[in-house]
């Protein structure tokens, strides 16, 4: 056990729960969860913690808003059993998938950009055929992306052919300029649904900037997350 643990001022469950807002009970989940080291016992039997389990706290909590419990429950613990390489690789997966969401921003951002206003030709609708020569794809790449959840065409009710609206038009180009970007249909799928979901492409931008803050928010948070560690690794020594 670290000389900190062992010779640091003693700190009862409810002086570490205090500063933070938790209940005794968490701290008590948090050292069994491996979240904190484990705690000395006094020869009644109560919980003792010290200033390195304070850093333990501080860095768990301040891990959680960038990485997410889950991860941050993981890290701790590794660092904690002494298997800070697996600690660093669970960090760096974090970084990973947020480099991962910004690029699929980006591509978004990019894809409404170039993307040219929607305009259906006939009143009723278009057709598969003049849909795909107008994209500069196959009628078969509209099946797929049909199947794939990217385009919900109606049906003409006399011939049963394929008829894409506004909204169909609008999906499938936005589909177009993913495909090119790099994009499998299975990450387009979410975006072409919020897509619908917020009624177009202007009430998007919305939900684009919201999506923008929140991710410059987690990098943040994670800057927070790795001086907070630092700190707990220099008390460890």
Known sequence: ???????????????????????????????????????????????????????ALRAFLALVPGHGHQTATSVMRALNEGAAEEAFRLIDESHAQLLDDRRTLQAVESALRDLEPTKVDEPGGTFIGPLAGKLGIGPATLRKWERA????????????????????????RLAHQLRRGGYL??????????????GGLEPLEAALSDWRGRLSARGRAMLTGAAELEAYLRERG
């Open 1 to 55: 056990m670290s000389a900190n643990l062992q010779n640091g001022k003693r700190l009862r469950p409810v002086d570490l729960a205090r500063g933070h807002g938790l209940s005794t009970q968490a701290i008590r989940n948090y050292e069994e969860a491996g979240i904190l080291p484990a705690a000395d016992r006094t020869a009644h039997g109560y919980r003792t913690y010290t200033s390195l389990h304070a850093a």
């Open 149 to 172: 959840g990217l385009v919900s065409p109606g049906r003409d009710p006399l011939t049963g052919y394929r008829v894409y609206d506004e909204a169909d038009v609008r999906d499938a």
């Open 185 to 198: 249909l299975e990450q387009i799928a979410p975006l072409i649904a919020q897509v619908r979901a917020a």
